[in-house]
């Protein structure tokens, strides 16, 4: 089962859900599941030039962040063009306390954080992922497929795990920026970077600025 899933993830164009699989190949939800597990566990342990995504349910294959530079000279991507520090530290916060709203995010950063957070949605790496009910029913922000091809994740749980007694502001923005490389000093707004490529695509796409 795990070679066919893997034929299937290959062409697929966009992430599928298990239950999508299940129906397209004819078997049982608890087969594909089986399946992406042992794909998982095959491309973990192989250190092959691709990876098992699984993110909101749904799975895709991409590219393994080991070939990262390779992949993104093949298709002339820019390399050297890194998110910028407000922009980063923002991104941390969202990926680890999801789904979260802008108040909650400028209550950990400390500063309004309305045109960064406008900015990776428009770059496509955050987007709202419901409303919070409460007065006013703000938008609740969450990763894309987007995010986790950047940061070469293939599950949530990949993330670093932050530290109990570390500040989440500047604990979550350091791992962040080890796994992304070193930040621009510069303002959040003209940078850019290259995201990893989905698995079985001929051209990649630059994360750009929104704006």
């Not at 794909?39 to 962040?65: C, E, F, I, M, N």
Request: proline share 5%; aromatic share 4%.
């Amino acid at each position: 089962m795990s070679v066919v899933l893997e034929s299937v993830l290959f062409v697929a164009s966009e992430p599928v859900t298990p239950a999508q699989l299940a129906r397209s190949l004819q078997v049982s939800e608890a087969e594909v599941q089986a399946g992406l597990a042992a794909l998982a566990d095959h491309y973990r342990s192989s250190r092959r030039g691709l990876q098992l995504q699984q993110l909101h349910g749904k799975v895709q294959l991409v590219t393994a962040p080991a070939v990262a530079t390779y992949v993104e000279a093949f298709l002339n991507l820019d390399a050297t063009a890194r998110l910028s520090g407000p922009a980063l530290e923002t991104l941390a916060v969202v990926a680890y306390r999801q789904p979260v709203t802008r108040a909650q995010v400028e209550a950990i950063r400390g500063v309004d954080c309305a045109g960064v957070l406008r900015s990776l949605v428009q770059r496509g790496l955050i987007a709202e992922v419901g409303r919070l009910e409460s007065a006013g029913r703000p938008i609740l922000y969450g990763v894309t497929e987007l995010f986790m091809q950047h940061f070469g994740l293939a599950d949530l749980s990949d993330l670093p795990p932050l530290e109990e007694n570390e500040a989440d502001r500047l604990w979550a923005a350091t791992l962040l920026a080890e796994t992304d490389g070193a930040p621009e000093t510069e303002p959040d707004t003209g940078a850019t970077s290259a995201a990893r490529a989905p698995a079985g695509k001929s051209a990649g796409h630059e994360i750009s600025e929104g704006g």
